[in-house]
T-cell receptor, first 112, second 114 residues
Framework: QKEVEQNSGPLSVPEGAIASLNCTYS??????FFWYRQYSGKSPELIMF????GDKEDGRFTAQLNKASQYVSLLIRDSQPSDSATYLC????????????FGKGTKLSVIP | GAGVSQSPSNKVTEKGKDVELRCDPI?????LYWYRQRLGQGLEFLIY????????KSGLPSDRFSAERTGESVSTLTIQRTQQEDSAVYLC????????????FGPGTRLTVL
């Protein structure tokens, strides 16, 4: 059974700080990994995806993947109050099933 | 371009009634997914369509749930004889033909069964 684990939070960081969100997974064969942002009452919005070990940067966001340790993280630099949301980690196993497996999300609160 | 659209945005129904939810994927996206999200919970996979291939129905919770898709266009999710536990947000996502399977979500339909 594929599992994706996230700390539910809430994670509180002051405005301007770096927010670090972490995710671990059980399926060692997982191929690609996604970070979605979900505002309260809204649908998930894709922020980034990563499939190779290492870092991938997009603006204030950096995704980090370590397949040997089976974790993926998202760093948000210069956090803004508008970043306050629930962040969902998801993975695609690529093993004949095309669904994404989602974690339950980490709630981030950026304090002005 | 236009994103994934879903209708209705909200649906309130009485227990035992049938409901039909609609999803319009992003133009050119070959794959379409339905997920369910209960209040305060994670996303639960329901069904997947890819082109004209047989759908993956492995996530449908009971035979009261069914879905159809014509080619690579609109999909409808039908719930028959609704129960209170069916109350949730039903999310549709579409994905281009890609090795990475990035999925883009619609705004969802909030279903409330009284």
């Amino acid at each position: 059974q594929k599992e994706v684990e996230q700390n539910s939070g809430p994670l509180s960081v002051p405005e301007g700080a770096i927010a670090s969100l972490n995710c671990t997974y059980s399926d060692r064969g997982s191929q690609s990994f996604f970070w979605y942002r979900q505002y309260s009452g809204k649908s998930p919005e894709l922020i980034m995806f990563i499939y190779s070990n290492g870092d991938k940067e997009d603006g204030r966001f950096t995704a980090q993947l370590n397949k040997a340790s089976q974790y993926v993280s998202l760093l948000i630099r210069d956090s803004q109050p508008s970043d306050s949301a629930t962040y969902l980690c998801a993975l695609y196993s690529g093993a004949g099933s095309y669904q994404l497996t989602f974690g339950k999300g980490t709630k981030l609160s950026v304090i002005p | 371009g236009a994103g994934v659209s879903q209708s209705p945005s909200n649906k309130v129904t009485e227990k035992g009634k049938d409901v039909e939810l609609r999803c319009d994927p992003i133009s050119g996206h070959t794959a379409l997914y339905w997920y369910r999200q209960r209040l305060g919970q994670g996303l639960e996979f329901l069904i997947y369509f890819q082109g004209n291939s047989a759908p993956d129905k492995s996530g449908l919770p009971s035979d009261r749930f069914s879905a159809e898709r014509t080619g690579e266009s609109v999909s409808t999710l039908t719930i028959q004889r609704t129960q209170q536990e069916d109350s949730a947000v039903y999310l549709c996502a579409s994905s281009p033909r890609s090795a990475y399977n990035e999925q883009f979500f619609g705004p969802g339909t909030r279903l409330t069964v009284l």
